[in-house]
């Protein structure tokens, strides 16, 4: 039910993400936004050095796997799977949901799902430009303003991070409840 | 960012020696880097010896110098602020206590210049109040992600750097400061507009703790290539790197 090119994406996307997400919180520790620290077992780099050269190396991967998947997203119309279904259907998916009647099944995504990997989807986008406006508050002063100038930059990075994080956490447990989906990123198909 | 420092007696001496040391300090910077045992169950390597990992990290620290130096727009300025945007107190940064910062007397100091130039002659305070002047308002941003914004004047780098004579088609230009921090940066940066050898911050002279009598501005760097109580100058070919920058900080950090 998932083809070669998007199990592929998502597997390496799911790596770069951890491992920006690890390395970005060991530079958040260096000079902590709001009133706390990850913990130090959640980092990845083991110094801001180290961080640094982890999250400057992994973007690439990022990137670069951001638009392989854009670019199969696009060309395969694969992304009409993807594509929200109105405040409508959400609603009626939310009382179908709160009433345990919410199908979650492999090979068609539901108008919750496909309103989170949207917002997912925009928090990725979010989270790039914010980054690239703090990797070059100079050279792309221009989008860093746009986003409010440096520090306003830093607040849109860790929100959109934040975003993504929780994303995670709740699509980690979803495949979790419903393996079939998990075996189809896997596999591409049902275990049989 | 602070990290401002001088540059040892030998930054630009030994490249050997600097070479080997370099290679030392990066594999420990790896070591600590990776002693992260849920990476080894992520990529399934083998990280009781860093090294692989640590050399594709350094590999693309330098391919990100690359690209940097693609981006680099040597005429594309760093936004400029008003007076009152100024941070006070302005932060204090480098790899030691305030306290240490070293005193410098000005009568004595002499600011050297070597490498790829043809007028080796050291520069004193009044000398180089005589060259022109330019002043900015720019903000500061440390690798630790903090900012600040600051005033600062003195001698624009590209004018001192034809004064001596300096081989402008050279690669790098590098510093060594009385703390013994050192740092450098390359050729298209050092002739950049905002690139200033300034001598004051605010209307004042700059106090010690900001690099008195001297210290490198360059808006388009993040803090640590800005050192503090820069005693010498030296233009090269060869990269003289930094004191943190051999420790696996980005040598190019350009904003």
Redesign the interface.
């Known amino acids: 039910m998932q083809p070669i090119p998007i199990r592929l994406t998502h597997w390496i996307n799911a790596a770069a993400i951890i491992g920006m997400m690890m390395s970005g919180w060991a530079i958040y520790n260096a000079s902590p936004l709001f009133g706390f620290s990850f913990p130090r077992w959640a980092t990845l780099g083991g110094w801001l050095g180290g961080a640094i050269a982890w999250h400057l190396a992994l973007m690439w991967l990022l990137v670069g796997n951001g638009l392989l998947y854009a670019v199969y997203l696009l060309g395969s119309g694969y992304y009409r799977r993807l594509r929200p279904l109105g405040p409508g259907a959400v609603l009626d998916d939310v009382r179908a949901a709160l009433r345990f009647r919410l199908p979650h099944q492999a090979g068609e995504y539901n108008a919750i799902q496909r309103l989170t990997y949207c917002v997912v989807l925009l928090a990725g986008v979010m989270v790039l430009l914010s980054g690239l406006a703090l990797w070059k508050p100079v050279q792309l002063q221009t989008l860093a303003a746009a986003l409010g100038g440096y520090e306003w930059a830093r607040r849109v990075h860790f929100i959109a991070m934040a975003v993504i994080a929780g994303f995670t956490v709740l699509h980690v447990g979803m495949a979790l409840l419903v393996p079939s989906v998990l075996w189809g990123m896997i596999l591409g198909r049902a275990r049989t | 960012m602070g990290h401002d420092l001088g540059a040892g007696t030998d930054m630009i001496g030994d490249q050997d020696h600097r070479r080997a040391l370099r290679l030392l300090e990066r594999r420990l910077?790896?070591?600590?880097?990776?002693?992260?045992s849920?990476?080894g169950l992520?990529?399934g390597c083998n990280l009781q010896d860093g090294d692989a990992v640590d050399r594709?990290?350094?590999s693309?620290?330098r391919?990100?110098d690359r690209v940097q130096a693609w981006?680099?727009?040597p005429n594309?300025?760093?936004?400029t602020y008003a007076a009152r945007d100024i941070t006070t107190p302005f932060p204090f940064n480098a790899y030691y206590p305030e306290d240490d910062a070293p005193e410098i007397d000005a009568d004595d100091y002499r600011l050297a210049v070597s490498g790829r130039v043809s007028d080796t002659a050291p520069w004193t305070l009044a000398r180089l109040r005589a060259l022109p002047q330019q002043g900015q308002i720019t903000?500061h941003?440390?690798?630790?992600?903090?900012?600040a914004i600051g005033q600062w004047s003195g001698v624009p780098l590209r004018v001192f750097l034809e004064r001596v004579g300096a081989d402008l088609r050279a690669g790098f230009v590098g510093f060594k400061c009385a703390d013994r921090y050192y740092s450098s940066i390359d050729m298209a940066t050092a002739l950049h507009p905002q690139t200033n050898l300034a001598l004051d911050f605010g209307t004042a002279p700059l106090p010690t703790k900001y690099g008195f009598p001297l210290k490198l501005r360059v808006?388009?760097k993040l803090g640590f290539k800005n050192p503090k109580h820069i005693v010498a100058i030296i233009v090269t070919n060869d990269n003289p790197g930094g004191y943190?920058e051999d420790?696996?900080?980005?040598w190019f950090s350009?904003?």
Do not use: K
């Not at chain 2, 910077?29 to 992260?36: D, V, W």
């Not at chain 2, 594309?76 to 936004?79: D, G, I, V």
């Not at chain 2, 420790?247 to 980005?250: A, E, K, L, S, W």
């Open positions: 910077l790896l070591r600590r880097g990776l002693s992260l849920a990476l992520l990529t594709l990290l350094w693309m620290s391919w990100n981006l680099f727009d594309r300025l760093a936004p903000r941003i440390c690798i630790e992600g903090w900012s808006p388009t943190w420790q696996g900080y980005n350009g904003s």
